[in-house]
Nanobody, 127 residues
């Protein structure tokens, strides 16, 4: 069982930066890949970034590649999403999620592969 709590959202002007944090409780955090997702009003939840359980490999959706960086600290049981050069289209509620399968060998980015979700944090980018 993993419990997740996001923080760090807020209002920022276009071109600005925010750093989201996701604090996890539970003994299996370090064994699970983590994902960041976002959901804008009227849209489906979409994948943003993935990081393996070790933190050695990351993957991003094309629209954020080069602007966002995902990282994790398995000692602090926390995963981060550094967001730079923010755009109005990045406005959404951002969620972190833990893979349902520990040590999954294949990267999965569909929401159906994640059983544990945080409550979300709002990110609003003004133009």
């Amino acid at each position: 069982q993993v419990q997740l709590v996001e923080s760090g959202g807020g209002l920022v002007q276009a071109g600005g930066s925010l750093r989201l944090s996701c604090a996890a409780s539970g003994r299996t955090f370090s064994s699970r890949a983590m994902g960041w997702f976002r959901q804008a009003p009227g849209k489906e939840r979409e994948f943003v970034a993935h990081i393996t359980n070790s933190g050695r490999s990351t993957y991003y959706t094309d629209s954020v590649n080069g602007r966002f960086t995902v990282s994790r600290d398995n000692v602090k049981n926390t995963v981060y999403l550094q967001m730079n050069s923010l755009k109005p289209e990045d406005t959404a509620v951002y969620y972190c999620a833990a893979d349902s399968v520990p040590y999954r060998a294949v990267r999965r980015i569909g929401v159906e592969y994640y059983d544990y979700w945080g409550q979300g944090t709002q990110v609003t980018v003004s133009s």
